[in-house]
């Protein structure tokens, strides 16, 4: 582990398929929770086929929910615990397209594939998150 004198430099390279990785996401999140705000029919019926309350305040509820954990997860100073209200949304994701049985590559691990990139995207981006999470192999013994 790192001490506290010690900072972890991100490459230039690193940085931008973080950014990018993360603006995928961000896109993604904002057009998820734009359609559910509106809402639009296809969400209402979505919401039936999954055994989900087919009110629009519900499907408000969760564009709301959706849009607040992106904005947190966007902002700098916020952005891990942006990434783990993201990572229990898409948990919940998961939890309902396990109910219904739906498919396992196309529709139950889209919430995992998506927190991969949440979570790449995040560390590839944010040395405080790589310092707390080292894949390095290397040994800090002198």
């Known amino acids: 582990m790192q001490s506290a004198g010690q900072t972890i430099v991100v490459s230039s390279k690193a940085l ?5 990785l993360s603006g995928l996401v ?7 929770s734009g359609i559910k705000l509106v809402p639009l029919d296809i969400v209402i ?10 009110t629009t305040g519900f499907a408000r509820g969760l564009g709301i ?5 992106t904005i947190l997860y966007a902002l700098p100073h916020t952005s ?6 993201l990572t229990g949304y898409m948990g919940g994701a998961i939890a309902t397209q ?8 196309s529709h139950l691990l889209f919430g995992v594939y998506l927190g991969l990139f949440i979570w790449g995207g995040l560390f ?7 310092a707390l999470i080292p ?3 290397r040994s800090d013994r002198a």
């Open 16 to 20: 931008w398929t973080g950014r990018i």
């Open 65 to 69: 929910l959706g849009l607040v954990c």
């Open 135 to 137: 894949f390095s192999a």
């Open 124 to 130: 590839l981006r944010d040395p405080r998150v790589r």
């Open 98 to 105: 396990v109910r219904v049985g739906n498919p396992l590559f």
């Open 45 to 54: 019926q979505t919401c039936a086929e999954l055994g989900l309350p087919t």
């Open 26 to 32: 961000i896109l993604f999140m904002v057009f998820d």
């Open 80 to 85: 891990v615990f942006g990434a783990i209200l």
